[in-house]
């Protein structure tokens, strides 16, 4: 487990995935694009609701605030999950392209967790949500588009392929999105 925590985090929840005994390069860039995908998702819903409450003192808008705690933990959620998925196959897996993802993985974790606690703590530490509160954490946000741009691409190239995408890359693109989806 990462070492960012969040009290949405349930231990329960299993990332099903890992129970295959192991992954072909077309499986594990499914689950890349499932990360992304999710990932971006999960940034992007927390920076609508955050932009929504620019300018509010705190507890003024309450529905804004729980969409944008559900999804900036969310996050965190998803990049646990990632890295569990990670640990649990690179030590057996040798990517022909983007080897990256698997060799930096661990930084580029440990990279987003500190970027979303500390976006997290300046939310938290503030009485309001000011302009330049609101514009620092959107900028972390953002930052983790360059820090998962190998990632990105690996599933831009994907995609590409359209109808010709291997069955085993959708299979496992939607078994991680039902895992990361998972609270």
């Known amino acids: 487990m ?4 969040s009290a949405n985090t349930s231990p329960e ?4 995935i890992t129970r295959y005994p192991s992954i072909t390069e077309p499986q594990f860039f499914g689950c890349a694009a499932a990360f992304v995908d999710s990932l971006f998702g999960e940034l992007h819903a927390a920076a609508s609701a955050l932009r929504r409450l620019e300018g ?7 529905a804004y605030e729980m969409t944008l705690d559900r999804h ?6 998803v990049i646990d999950r990632w890295s569990t998925l990670v640990r649990a196959f690179s030590p057996h897996l040798t990517l022909s392209r983007y080897p990256g993802i698997l060799t930096e993985a661990s930084s580029r974790v440990s990279t987003a967790e500190n970027i979303l606690g500390r976006a997290n703590q300046l939310i938290d530490a503030a009485d309001r949500y000011g302009t330049e509160a609101v514009e620092a954490s959107l900028m972390a946000f953002q930052s983790l588009q360059v820090t998962f741009a190998e990632e990105r691409g690996a599933a831009d190239q994907y ?4 109808p010709m995408l291997p069955e085993e890359y959708k299979e496992s693109r939607q078994i991680f999105l039902e895992d990361l989806a998972a609270r």
């Open 13 to 16: 929840i299993a990332v099903r």
């Open 56 to 62: 509010r003192a705190k507890g003024s808008a309450f």
């Open 72 to 77: 900036r933990y969310g996050a965190l959620i």
């Open 159 to 162: 995609t590409k392929l359209g």
């Open 2 to 5: 990462s070492s960012v925590r």
